[in-house]
């Protein structure tokens, strides 16, 4: 017996089922194959960044400054240590904004940089700075790295008496003679005065001393004045010796600055930290803001002066972020790239997941939707806008365009003209919505809207197609399907741990094809079948 195909065609029976059975057999050894290319894949990656340790412990933050103050004429400057580059901490953004205020280039000194901004007439001004901090806790804080030479004037700097750091004071100057009496050797005496400071003077943040003859005399000082008191010590000593600020780097509520001490010795500036203990080497997350001075901004002609400092982890982290020789195999390593795409990144990497959920639902489940992406493109626009307000506006816009519809059927006119008077009508209640929404702050603002503006007018527009091709009920159906399975592929695309877990070893995406593969086999029933052809099943009963 032989079978046609196609009229055309005819081939024995037996090599049709032989077909059958080899793409059967051919599709399980296609997604066998995908399952383990991903599987070795990701394994290979995560063994490459455990042998190079790139990133595995490395952090994002944001450091921000919010100065104010008011000018008192023309002039009026503002002084701001910005934050220093180190071997573990990178500047990978950076933003300035400014009021009344006229910014000079910033000053690059050796230890520092800092920058001057300038009144350009009386009245208030406004300082927001704003720095992207890449950390690497791998990459230690050494204290030597690179030999310093330090002139006679910087030497005579850092050893003379100051009004906080009193070094002739009689306090000071017995204190360090008990001192000295026990140890023998510069290096000792160093960490000699840094056990003291770090013992036997009691840190209280308030209501306590911050010059170092006070600190001394009294044996207990705030921050500031504990480092004063060693620095005194060490200068006394004729030991260069200075006072650094700057911040530590975690969460936090209220950021304050935070003082340590920085000691000249073998031709290099060795950090210690009477407050916390730290001596010879900080922990990385140490950020030098400023050395050779205990205050970040300060004033000049400037009356009331507030400053406000925080520090927030952002999200993801810039794992790839490689600052020495480049190889073309980082092509691969998306976390390479700047921490501000990463998050589009993500996203676009999780598409693949949402149209796995809508495949699910359609295929399996038997829930009919507007269009193949349409579910995943109105969880994209639930993302970029908050579901709320996406949601209200969804709703919206299909009420406009019921009510649009009934106006223009009398009119007869053709179905291209009448989607585009449609259309017209619904981008305009987005905008003015958008508007209003953003009057009454309820929304980010409108940029953030633009694309789900976008989103929803194709999905008004595949809508009424849809109600002119098959009628409003099945347009309906469609319309709630799709927000049925787009809520599920929302909470796909909001899931930052398999956002970040797609963006490290996108090679997952392998095992992804796989399902689909898989789910392209399947001819069987649908679960939405059984509730649909109920009465047909209760009547053979």
């Known amino acids: 017996m032989e079978w046609t195909i196609g009229g055309c065609l005819s081939l024995p029976k037996k090599n049709i089922m032989f077909q059958r059975h080899l793409k059967r057999y051919l599709t399980r050894y296609v997604v066998l194959a995908l399952i383990l290319a991903g599987t070795l894949c990701v394994e290979l990656r995560r063994q490459s960044r455990l042998s190079r340790r790139l990133g595995l412990e490395d952090s994002a933050w944001r ?21 220093i580059e180190t071997s573990h901490c990178r500047i990978f953004h950076q933003e300035l904004r400014s009021s009344n205020l006229k910014m000079n280039s910033p000053i690059i000194l050796r230890d520092s940089v800092e920058i001057v901004a300038v ?16 950390l690497r806790p791998h990459a230690t804080q050494q204290a030597i790295d690179v030999p310093v030479l330090l002139s006679a004037l910087d030497r005579a700097k850092y050893v003379r008496d100051e009004k906080d750091t009193q070094i002739n004071s009689p306090y000071v100057a017995e204190t360090l003679r008990n001192i000295i009496a026990k140890q023998s050797g510069k290096h000792d005496l160093i960490d000699a005065i840094h056990e003291y400071c770090r013992i ?53 509520k209220e950021l304050s600055p935070h003082i340590w001490v920085e000691v000249f010795a073998n031709n290099s500036w060795i950090p210690y930290d009477p407050t916390n203990g730290s001596a010879r080497q900080l922990p ?47 092509v691969l390593d998306l976390t390479r790239l700047p921490l501000q795409m990463h998050r589009a990144l993500s996203l676009i990497l999780l598409l693949p997941f949402g149209a796995l959920v809508t495949c699910i639902f359609r295929n399996i ?91 929803l007018t194709m999905i008004v527009e595949r809508f009424y197609i849809t109600s002119q091709e098959d009628g409003i009920s099945v347009a309906v159906q469609h319309l709630a399907g799709s927000c049925i399975v787009g809520f599920f592929c929302y909470l796909v695309l909001r899931w930052e741990a398999l956002a970040n877990m797609v963006l490290i070893c996108p090679e997952i995406h392998l095992v992804t094809v796989a399902i689909l593969m898989l789910l392209g086999r399947y001819t069987g029933y649908q679960l939405m079948e059984h509730w649909r052809f109920r009465d047909m099943v209760e009547m053979e009963k």
């Not at 350009?120 to 890449?134: M, R, V």
């Not at 009331?304 to 490689?322: C, K, M, S």
């Not at 519809?405 to 291209?416: A, G």
Request: proline residues 5%.
């Open 119 to 134: 009144a350009e007439q009386k009245g208030e001004c406004n300082l927001a700075l704003l720095f992207d901090l890449h």
């Open 284 to 330: 990385p997350q140490y950020l030098a803001i400023h050395h050779g001075g205990n205050e970040i901004v300060t004033a000049s002609g400037i009356d009331d002066l507030e400053t406000e400092f925080t520090i927030a982890r952002l999200r993801g982290v810039p794992h790839g972020i490689n600052y020495g020789n480049r190889q073309f195999l980082d």
């Open 200 to 252: 036997q003077i009691v840190v209280k943040k308030n209501g306590a001393p911050d010059d170092a003859e006070g600190t001394i005399s009294h044996n207990s000082g705030t921050p500031l004045g504990c480092a004063q008191a060693m620095t005194a010590l060490c200068r006394a000593s004729d030991i260069p010796a200075r006072v650094v600020a700057g911040f530590e780097v975690k969460p936090v």
């Open 365 to 455: 489940i038997g829930i009919q939707t507007s269009g193949t992406f349409t579910p995943t493109l109105l969880a994209i626009c639930f993302i970029f806008a908050d579901w709320r307000t996406g949601l209200t506006v969804l709703i919206a816009v299909v009420l406009l365009g019921f009510a649009t519809r009934s106006m223009l059927e009398p009119l007869k006119l053709l179905m291209l003209p009448r989607l585009s008077i449609l259309l017209t009508l619904v981008v305009c209640c987005i905008v003015f919505g958008i508007s209003l929404l953003d009057y009454l702050r309820l929304t980010p603002g409108v940029r953030v809207m633009l694309l789900p503006m976008v989103i």
């Open 63 to 83: 450091l921000s400054y919010e100065i104010e103050g008011e000018a008192e004429n023309a002039g009026g400057a503002f002084q701001v240590s910005l934050p």
